[in-house]
């Protein structure tokens, strides 16, 4: 039998950490994050919490959860399921006593490299704020930026404001390398259009200006030679992506452990990315321990992965978890330890138990 206890801790307006903490009889626990789920999440814990209560394999459920990852739900249950993986596999590897990067086959513990999301720091979003937070997180010692400028701004508005944005970024970092994420908020027409001024910012990627799964579109901005492209940070496996990256116009997959389905899923994704000649860093714009779960898998695929870092969005987000997280910095290490190599801070937490749902399967439960 293993219970199941749901963590949370509100960071801003925007941002809540969701965190599953597995228990099993014996008091072994393993963690696992599943944030920006959406609000569908709550509906699931009362059939997942009931049939691990009745001794149902991990293995089983999230197989059930698999066949139920269909329809306008299956972003919210992907998601949980791979909050539930990073907690079962936190679980193992606690129990193998290895850190999570060993168990998960790395040869060897490193540094990996991270860039600083700058989208959650911001409140006002002015072109002024974004310069301010890019100086703020190069005073840090990062020396790579990403930011979204599209975010927020009116469809008529949207394309200048954001390009005002990024040019402002630029300015307050004119030596960092720099990423744009567009977040599919512009059109086709409307990227190729400021081709020359988004090429004009030096870009190390551009993020999701067109979908993984739109080879027209991929060859058109190929074509407009603005920056390499970026994108994945939804899919969940290599076949929704693997056209992209062979055809050489996708040159960064940006897999999630949590959206992907859990790690293994965002494992398959990354060995697709490297199979294909191009380049992995983990989407995180998570929690700690979603960050850690990242780490762990970026330092077992190897050297050349790497990681975001969510940059400032809560001063004491360091101190939320035991041992605390690792400094500012464009380098992050995988905490020691077994497993994650770190527990949550009880200070920072809001801790509850889902009251299993009596007969109730995991279908009904998500209604």
């Not at 944005?165 to 970092?173: C, E, K, L």
């Not at 512009?186 to 990627?205: F, I, N, P």
Request: hydrophobic residues 45%.
């Amino acid at each position: 039998m293993i219970a199941v206890e749901l963590a949370t801790a509100r960071v801003s307006g925007r941002t809540r950490w969701d965190v599953l903490r597995l228990r099993d009889r014996d008091g072994a626990v393993g963690l696992g994050e599943y944030s920006d789920a959406g609000d569908g999440a709550a509906r699931l814990w009362p059939g997942l919490a009931a049939r691990l209560a009745d001794g149902v394999e991990v293995a089983t459920v999230l197989a059930e959860l698999d066949q139920l990852a269909t329809g306008p739900d299956r972003f919210t249950v992907l998601t949980v399921r791979g909050g539930l993986e990073q907690a079962a596999t936190d679980l193992a590897a606690r129990r193998a006593g290895q850190p999570l990067w060993r168990w998960l086959g790395g040869r060897a513990p490193r540094p990996v490299r991270r860039y600083a999301n700058l989208n959650r720091a911001l409140r006002h979003r002015t072109p002024e704020e974004f310069g301010e937070v890019a100086a703020a997180a190069l005073a840090t010692g990062y020396t790579a930026l990403k930011c979204a400028p599209f975010d927020g701004l009116a469809p008529d508005e949207r394309l200048r404001g954001g390009l005002d944005r990024a040019r402002a970024v630029r300015r307050a970092a004119p030596g960092a390398e720099l990423m744009v994420d567009v977040h599919g908020l512009l059109t086709l027409d409307q990227v190729l259009s400021a081709a020359g001024e988004l090429a004009g910012l030096g870009l190390r990627w551009l993020e999701d200006a067109v979908a993984p799964d739109d080879p027209a579109g991929l060859a058109a901005v190929h074509a407009a030679d603005i920056a390499p492209l970026a994108g994945g940070e939804f899919a969940t496996a290599p076949e929704q992506v693997g056209p992209a990256l062979r055809s050489g116009r996708l040159a960064w997959l940006l897999p999630d452990v949590k959206h992907a389905g859990g790690p293994t899923a965002a494992r398959r994704l990354a060995e697709e990315a490297l199979a294909a000649g191009a380049g992995v860093s983990l989407h995180s714009p998570s929690g700690p321990v979603a960050t850690a779960a990242g780490l762990h898998l970026a330092a077992a695929l190897g050297p050349s992965v790497e990681t975001e870092f969510a940059f400032g969005e809560a001063a004491w987000r360091r101190l939320s978890v035991s041992p605390a997280e690792s400094p500012d910095g464009p380098w992050i290490t995988p905490p020691d330890g077994p497993g994650l190599g770190l527990d949550l801070d009880p200070a920072h937490w809001t801790v509850t138990s889902p009251t299993p749902a009596a007969r109730r399967d995991l279908h009904r439960s998500s209604r």
